[in-house]
């Protein structure tokens, strides 16, 4: 067996799992979207003081959450961590990222999937969400195991 081969049987390999992977999550997350349950959340920033790992004392790290606060089937509140922006101060120098759109900003409504039964169970109602890493999984499968049929075809 040439290199050449072996590599094509890699890539094969490789795709060939990343297909089965995206397979695999594209059946749970419709499992998941059937029975979930729709929901508008608020979304509530805060701020927090990240505390030091070592001793557990507060740093000069802050960091901006935010959360989705919506109820469930039966009343109670129910809270989904939707992201956290880090605002580093350190030598007067700021470094940090705002709301650049990837957030929604505090006060708004966001649609959310949860599990009725488990409702700590929860997942953003869009495309990027839900869809993302199945499609991005399966693709890259697909083109792996095709670039693996052409380099097998086109052999030297």
């Not at 060939?16 to 059946?27: H, P």
């Not at 979207?33 to 004392?57: C, F, I, Q, Y």
Request: with cysteine.
């Amino acid at each position: 067996m040439s290199p050449y081969d072996a590599v094509s049987w890699i890539i094969f390999g490789g795709g060939v799992m990343l297909l089965v992977g995206g397979i695999a999550t594209f059946l749970s997350t419709r499992a998941f979207v059937s029975s979930a349950a729709r929901t508008d959340a608020t979304v509530v920033v805060t701020e927090e003081v990240l505390k030091n790992s070592a001793d557990g004392t507060p740093s000069n790290f802050k960091a901006k959450v935010w959360v989705a606060e919506f109820k469930d089937r039966k009343g109670l509140a129910q809270r989904f961590h939707l992201g956290t922006a880090l605002d580093v101060k350190l030598a007067g120098i700021q470094l940090g990222q705002e709301e650049d759109g990837a957030l929604p900003p505090a006060g708004s409504k966001v649609a959310l999937l949860f599990n009725p039964a488990n409702p700590v169970q929860v997942r953003r109602d869009t495309f990027r969400d839900l869809w993302r890493i199945p499609a991005i999984c399966a693709a890259m499968g697909i083109f792996c195991v095709a670039a693996a049929v052409f380099m097998r075809m086109t052999a030297p």
